[in-house]
């Protein structure tokens, strides 16, 4: 009634002389203005919240979701605020929800998902660039913050998760077999050179087995005994000459017995009459 106004500490009094805004901004305290001539409007200087609904846009790698994001933002410039923007509240949540359709659309489902920061740092540059000269409004923070997949894709991200664990299972199982099968074989070396060093791991491994009652310890033939059989027959594998097969004889064809013919001379013949044969016998 007598033009004393009190501005509280987080805002500023912007002044209107015959609805024309005066270059002096009012800080915080006791003021006075003309109350017939002047009117203070009053502009909280505080960070302000403002909550995204949530967007519904198809990503980049054609997967629907809803995106939700609040946004953080003050007041820098009230007279820009005022003058420029007739409700500045109402036209950052616009400018967020267009803001947050466009960067899904340009962003993959695993971007939206794993890489926060990146998608919340470009969501500020996106919706600071329009408020910030023109309006006297800066975006401190934007955060996502929440995403609602279809109920199909949590089934086959599920899927994937479980899939992929398994198969690094089985590598860290295989990579188990590897290491371990290096190490016996380095204990077979060394059980090789020394005999008694595997009798003395069977006797380890019989007094393991007893330590349970429950159960019933069939002791094995020792390993030195396997082995002195082993010697044995192959010692006397060695001693047996080994056996050739009977050769069988060579028949060759019949020949005709060879005849010796005998020349005789008549007893008291000449010694130049000539030789007679005997008589053949039949």
Sequence with gaps: MFGFKIISQYEQGLVFHWGRLLPKVRGPGLTWVNPVSDRVRKVNMQIMVAAVPGQ?????????????????????????????????????????????????????????????????????????????????????????????????????????????????????????????????????????????????????????????RSRTVVVPIPVELLRYFERAGRAASQAQPTAQPAAHPVRRPSQPASSTLTLARPAGAPATAPLTAPAAAS
């Design 56 to 212: 519904q846009a198809i990503t980049r790698d054609n997967v629907t979701v809803q995106v939700g994001a609040v946004v953080y933002y003050r007041v820098i410039d009230p007279a820009k605020a005022i003058v420029n923007v007739k409700d500045y509240t109402y036209a950052v949540t616009q400018v967020a929800q267009t803001s947050l359709r466009s960067v899904i659309g340009h962003s993959d489902l695993d971007q939206l998902l794993s890489e926060r920061e990146e998608i919340n740092t470009k969501l500020r540059d996106i919706i600071d660039a329009p408020t910030e000269q023109s309006w006297g409004i800066r975006v401190e923070r934007v955060e996502v913050k929440d995403i609602t997949l279809p109920d199909s894709m949590k089934r086959s991200m599920s899927r994937q998760a479980e899939a992929e664990r398994e198969r690094r299972a089985r590598v860290i199982a295989a990579d188990g077999e590897y290491q371990a099968s290096g190490k016996l074989a380095q204990a077979a070396d060394a059980m090789a050179a020394d005999p008694a060093a595997l009798q003395l791991r069977l006797l380890q491994a019989v007094v393991e087995i007893a330590s349970e």
